[in-house]
């Protein structure tokens, strides 16, 4: 079992197999979404040929959504996933916002919850999409003043209460809807079959990765991990690597790498952050140069897999900066991932 060759094939970095965004994200299950712009073309880049449109509409028609899931971070996922996937993360998610507001001294009583969320609701009802100035204009003809950041954590909370979801796509600003008029309302998924639907999403996309790397990337804990992964173990194919066991799932590629890629890959992508055993691809005395120990990620450049650099997306040219001197990347190569995501 190679990892980082059939990494790439499951990741949809080499040879990609589909041709829509929305069905990257079906294939990912989640995927990071940290910076606004970069989002677009983790996923694009993904299909056969990355389109700003196609993903435009399907973002636009609730088919892919944005918000805080898995880790309480930003991620994508399929508008139909939106539900039981809060449900899987709802308790930590909420946990760990509850922890970050007492850091920052913020209480908010549960009658305050509400009726912001009414609010929200409210506005939403008669405007379809809102910012967040639009709510905070909206708090204040109600003679409501309060802060950015407190603003901020009402606004998750009704993301978690499953209130909001993402609303349409602006080039720079987040906007939100009413998850009740913008998602399909599907049946409640059981937890065990979700936790199972979420295990054979991640290995299929990620693997080969490790029990490690799938309590990392979910979030939840590790007996729910272990527990999803046993319901789904007769559909993983496990190997031995450096004194690990990985897995991956029968759905994925192992066969069909060809030499000679060239990648350049977006901040936070899934790539990197989707796992704990990051060395497969990343040299340890090269990691203070994709992420640092405040979980910041930078753009890369990866060679058949590996990280050999650093590129600038707000450069025209890219900036490239490799770690040691300039490998045989084909000049080509690189002049044509610039100028598909220059598009977007």
């Not at 969320?117 to 909206?138: C, G, H, P, Y």
């Not at 058949?304 to 490799?322: I, K, Q, R, Y």
């Amino acid at each position: 079992m190679n990892p980082v060759s059939t990494r790439l094939l499951n990741q949809q970095l080499a040879s990609p197999q589909f041709k829509e965004a929305a069905e990257v994200v079906s294939w990912f299950g989640a995927m990071q979404a940290q910076e606004y712009r970069l989002m677009r073309w983790a996923v694009s880049m993904r299909t056969k040929r990355p389109s700003a449109r196609d993903f435009e509409t399907a973002y636009n028609e609730g088919r892919i959504v944005r918000g805080h899931l898995f880790r309480t971070t930003w991620q994508l996922v399929l508008g139909e996933d939106w539900r039981w996937m809060l449900d899987l993360c709802r308790v930590n998610a909420l946990r760990g916002l509850a922890g970050w507001m007492k850091s920052n001294g913020v209480s908010i009583p549960a009658a305050e919850q509400d009726s912001m969320q009414l609010i929200f609701s409210d506005f939403l009802s008669k405007n379809r999409i809102a910012l967040k100035t639009s709510f905070a204009a909206a708090l204040a003809e109600k003679g409501i003043v309060m802060d950015d950041h407190r603003l901020s954590y009402h606004i998750r909370l009704a993301e978690y209460s499953g209130l909001l979801c993402s609303g349409d796509l602006f080039p720079l600003k987040h906007s939100y809807a009413l998850a009740e008029q913008k998602l399909p309302r599907l049946n409640p998924i059981p937890r065990d079959e979700a936790l199972s639907l979420l295990a054979r999403k991640y290995f299929r996309s990620h693997g080969p990765a490790t029990l490690e790397d799938f309590v990392w990337w979910s979030g939840l804990g590790i007996g729910e991990c272990r527990e999803a992964m046993d319901s789904i173990r007769s559909e993983l194919i496990q190997g031995q690597r450096d004194g690990l066991t990985f897995f991956r799932h029968q759905d994925g590629r192992s066969r069909g790498f060809r030499s000679g890629l060239v990648t350049l890959l977006p901040s936070y992508d899934e790539y990197l952050i989707g796992y704990k055993s990051r060395h497969i691809a990343l040299r340890p005395d090269h990691s203070h140069r994709a992420h640092n120990n405040r979980g910041i990620f930078w753009p890369v450049i990866l060679l058949d897999g590996e990280v050999v650099g650093n590129w600038t997306p707000s450069a025209a040219d890219g900036a490239l900066d490799f770690f040691n001197g300039r490998p045989a990347v084909p000049d080509e190569a690189i002049e044509k991932q610039l100028k598909a995501f220059h598009s977007f």
